[in-house]
């Protein structure tokens, strides 16, 4: 549990003399008015509440879900193709930090060049990336850190959506649960710390589903010493798994929206970071630092006050759901029962000719994106598993419940 004043968990006495504090931003996307911003010489303005924190890690992470790009080649993809100009990099100068995690359903937005230029762009800037890479093998390639004389070793895997690399392409190092875990098992052997962030799960789901809580925890059994979770775009839970700790999403750190909404209890301005205090053994204590950024993205900044442990206290009400499968099965069956996104299988007119054609077809990239992506996978079947069962009135029963926890309340305090 969540101290709900300070919003730390101790986890174990320290075992060694050599510690560090690793620090990890969520979903990071400087876009729009963000980039104009950034472009006109306001970075460390909207990062200078939180100077000091960066500056006290030891070892900092974002996740960067954003190629670097002017290039005008979006690929073909449901969804939203994402890029930010070059020159908004002096966003993480501002920030300062070391990891540019890549791992995520954006970085291929604008092709493989776009995504290469990217990394090179971050390399040739002075900062470390994981998570992508010219092709399968070195997108799945750790980076290892040593800290403080701890070796550290970080692995970033993202659910199959669009942009993931493959043998001969560029691109996100893809989730591939059996695989990963293998990985994991290996560097874990190498290193004194094993660090895995994945990127995926349910958009706006306040709570994780089974099947992501069952990987994370099967990630911790095969010698991860952490696993954070990001992609949400809402904060979700957090929970100790034989003494590890696991981490469901960030939700974002700074990722400014197309149209500004005046709502101050959307959590898409409301995220955390998470800082875990480690030594040779893995993480001795965690703390969460919750953090809001403006809709005219002016500044980032810490919760203060009654908002903030409003924020710890709320952690806790979404946390305590994830130590009983069958109460968050019966959660997330709700969430599919009261989802649009089947309903995408009625819209479609697709023809012979669609399955046919020789090069690629928008037509069929939402289907493809309902059954490959992991996340929209598990949703699509548990909806139509409801339907087979006759149950999914009595899924959505919990959807006022389900609401309460997807409003930002304590941001009215």
């Known amino acids: 549990m969540i101290n709900p004043k300070n919003g730390r968990v101790a986890i174990r006495e320290r075992q060694s003399s050599e510690q560090a504090d690793i620090l990890i931003a969520g979903d990071c996307c400087p876009r729009l008015v963000a980039e104009e911003r950034v472009l006109d010489g306001q970075a460390n303005d909207i990062l200078a509440p939180l100077h000091d924190i960066f500056a006290a890690a030891d070892l900092s992470l974002i996740q960067f879900e954003t190629p670097l790009t002017t290039d005008d080649t979006p690929i073909c993809k449901s969804g939203p193709n994402i890029?930010?100009?070059?020159?908004?990099?002096?966003?993480?100068?501002?920030?300062?930090?070391?990891?540019?995690?890549?791992?995520?359903?954006?970085?291929g937005d604008f092709g493989p060049k776009a995504a290469m230029d990217t990394i090179a762009q971050l390399r040739d800037n002075g900062f470390h990336t994981v998570g992508a890479g010219e092709n399968l093998a070195a997108a799945y390639r750790p980076l290892v850190r040593e800290v403080n004389g701890i070796r550290i070793g970080i692995l970033n895997f993202a659910e199959n959506e669009f942009g993931s690399a493959t043998p001969e392409r560029p691109g996100a190092a893809p989730l591939s649960p059996a695989l990963?875990?293998?990985?994991?098992?290996?560097?874990?052997?190498?290193?004194?710390?094993?660090?895995?962030v994945l990127h995926g799960g349910n958009e706006h789901n306040p709570l994780p589903s089974p099947?992501?809580?069952?990987?994370?925890?099967?990630?911790?059994?095969?010698?991860?010493?952490?696993?954070?979770?990001?992609?949400?775009?809402?904060?979700?839970?957090?929970?100790l798994w034989h003494g590890k700790p696991i981490v469901y999403s960030l939700g974002n750190f700074y990722f400014p929206e197309r149209s500004v909404k005046d709502d101050p209890t959307n959590f898409w301005y409301v995220g955390y970071m998470v800082r875990f205090s480690i030594d040779m053994d893995g993480a001795t204590a965690m703390e969460l630092i919750p953090t809001t950024f403006t809709p005219e993205a002016d500044t980032v900044k810490p919760l203060t006050g009654t908002q903030r442990?409003?924020?710890?206290?709320?952690?806790?009400?979404?946390?305590?759901?994830?130590?009983?499968?069958?109460e968050l099965r019966r959660f997330f069956e709700c969430w599919a029962a009261s989802s649009g996104y089947p309903r995408a299988f009625i819209k479609p007119s697709w023809t012979t000719e669609d399955f046919d054609a020789p090069t690629p077809n928008p037509k069929l990239l939402g289907l493809r994106n309902l059954l490959t992506c992991e996340a929209h996978n598990e949703l699509v079947t548990t909806y139509l598993r409801l339907v087979e069962e006759g149950r999914r009135d009595e899924a959505l029963a919990r959807k006022p419940q389900l609401d309460k926890l997807g409003k930002a309340s304590f941001m009215l305090d």
Not at 309 to 326: C, H, L, R, V
């Open 309 to 326: 442990e409003g924020f710890f206290k709320y952690i806790n009400t979404i946390s305590a759901p994830i130590a009983d499968m069958q």
């Open 83 to 107: 890029r930010c100009h070059p020159g908004t990099i002096d966003f993480l100068h501002a920030w300062g930090g070391d990891v540019a995690l890549l791992a995520n359903n954006h970085i």
């Open 180 to 196: 990963n875990t293998r990985q994991i098992a290996n560097v874990a052997e190498a290193v004194d710390c094993c660090l895995v």
């Open 211 to 239: 099947r992501v809580v069952e990987m994370c925890r099967t990630f911790i059994d095969a010698g991860a010493s952490m696993v954070v979770n990001i992609h949400t775009h809402c904060p979700q839970g957090t929970e």
